[in-house]
């Protein structure tokens, strides 16, 4: 596509319970990223990958938080046991490659109620 | 470790005046610095960016950029803002890994 998908826009669930917020980068995009913005913040990683596989997870808050890349396109961010806490907004971007700035989605909003 | 900081979380500017948005950086080596900005209700674009040579860096919109090593600085800068540069403007740093490291933003309010 033109730019990066991100789907839904929107997640609300109930404490609890489990999500997937999908990413569908630039087709060609080697590198993906998830990151996470909580208002008045700036965005902070989460996870990198290249290709299918995650070169740096180092972001990822928990054991909670978990991301794939099977086909080195979509990558799906998949958060179990949600905590109100988890509530911002997920971004996910995309590069050729690491010496490219990164062009981002809309980013998907999560509220756990 | 990395990190960014930006000084001012709050400007607010009338139209034509100049803009000069502060960015800091820690990290000893070879960085690639960008500026993003936030229009209300939109995702991330990419203003600029520098990897190397000429420090003084154009970008989108009339905005430019100043390298400065020794300062470890990367300030942004515009000599006439407009109504329309209203938004969150976000300095980001790339050290020796492939991610990018935000600061924490900068809401610029330009009133008419």
Not at chain 1, 69 to 79: D, M
Not at chain 2, 23 to 36: D, E
Not at chain 2, 78 to 84: L, N, T, Y
Request: net charge positive.
């Amino acid at each position: 596509g033109a730019g990066v998908s991100q789907t839904p826009s929107n997640k609300v669930t109930e404490k609890g319970k489990y999500v997937e917020l999908r990413c569908d980068p630039i087709s060609g995009h080697t590198a993906l990223y998830w990151y996470r913005q909580s208002l008045g913040q700036g965005p902070e990683f989460l996870i990198y990958f290249q290709g299918t596989g995650a070169a740096d997870d180092s972001g990822l808050p928990n054991d909670r938080f978990f991301a794939v890349r099977p086909e080195g396109s979509v990558s799906t961010l998949k958060i179990q046991r949600t905590e109100r806490g988890d509530s911002a907004m997920y971004l996910c971007a995309s590069s050729p490659d690491k010496y490219y700035g990164y062009t981002f989605g809309s980013g998907t909003r999560l509220t756990v109620v | 470790a990395q990190s960014v900081s930006q000084h001012n979380h709050h400007v607010i500017l009338s139209e034509a005046a100049s803009l000069e948005l502060g960015c800091n950086y820690s990290y000893g080596g070879t960085v690639n610095l960008f500026w993003y900005v936030q229009y209300p209700g939109q995702h991330l674009q990419l203003l600029l960016k520098y990897f190397s040579g000429d420090p003084l860096v154009k970008g989108i919109k009339g905005f430019e950029a100043e390298f400065i090593k020794s300062k470890f600085s990367f300030n942004l800068r515009k000599p006439s803002v407009q109504w329309s540069d209203t938004a969150e403007y976000f300095c980001a740093v790339r050290g020796n890994t492939d991610k990018l490291i935000f600061g924490t933003g900068t809401r610029l309010q330009v009133f008419p």
